[in-house]
C-alpha cells in the first residue's frame, strides 16, 4: 500500500504568512482562523503578539467594534512588552469613538501617548522614524502597518493620532 506524503506542519511564519495573504483578499473570516490557529499552537512565539493584533483588527475592520476591543485588550494585557501594543491602543481608541465613548476613547490615546511617545497628530501607521519620532511600530514593522493600513482601505501614512484636550 502506498504510503501518502507526510502532512507539512504549519509553522507559525507559514500561518501568519496565509492570515496576511487573506486579509488582503478582503477574507477576514479566514484570516482570524488562521490567527487563532497560530496563537493556540504557538502561544509564546514572536509572531502571537502580531497574530492578536490581526484578529482585533478583522472586527474592527468588519464594524465589530466590541469584538474587537475584547481582541485588542488581550494584546494590552498579554503581550504589554511587544510593538503591537501601540497599534492595539490606538485601535482601542478608534473602536471607542465608534462606540459614542469619547472618555475611551481620549484614555486610550492618552496611554499611547504617554507609555509609548506617540506625538498627537503625527501619523502613525506605516510610518518611519525619520526624525526622531517614534512610528507606532518598532523599526522593521512597516510592511506589518502597511498591511493594516490595507486593510482598512487606507492609503499609507494616513492614520493620525487624534489630537488630546
Known amino acids: ?19 496576511m495573504a487573506n486579509v488582503r483578499a478582503r477574507e477576514p473570516g479566514q484570516a482570524v482562523l488562521e490567527l487563532t490557529d497560530l496563537i493556540a499552537r504557538f502561544p509564546r512565539h514572536p509572531l502571537a503578539a502580531a497574530a492578536q493584533l490581526g484578529i482585533g483588527e478583522a472586527y474592527y475592520q468588519q464594524g465589530d467594534c466590541r469584538q474587537a476591543l475584547v481582541e485588542l485588550g488581550k494584546v494590552v494585557e498579554g503581550y504589554p512588552g511587544s510593538a503591537q501594543v501601540p497599534d492595539a491602543l490606538l485601535t482601542i481608541g478608534l473602536c471607542r469613538r465608534s462606540l459614542g465613548e469619547p472618555g475611551g476613547a481620549t484614555a486610550a490615546w492618552r496611554r499611547l501617548v504617554s507609555e509609548h511617545q506617540v506625538q498627537p497628530g503625527r501619523r502613525a501607521l506605516g510610518q518611519e522614524d525619520r526624525v526622531g519620532q517614534r512610528s507606532l511600530g ?11 493600513l490595507e486593510y482598512h482601505g487606507l492609503p499609507p501614512f494616513a492614520v493620525e493620532i487624534p489630537r488630546i484636550r
Open 1 to 19: 500500500m502506498p504510503r501518502s506524503a507526510p502532512a507539512t506542519e504549519p509553522t507559525p511564519e507559514r500561518l501568519h504568512a496565509s492570515a
Open 138 to 148: 518598532k523599526p522593521g514593522s512597516v510592511e506589518r502597518n502597511q498591511d493594516v
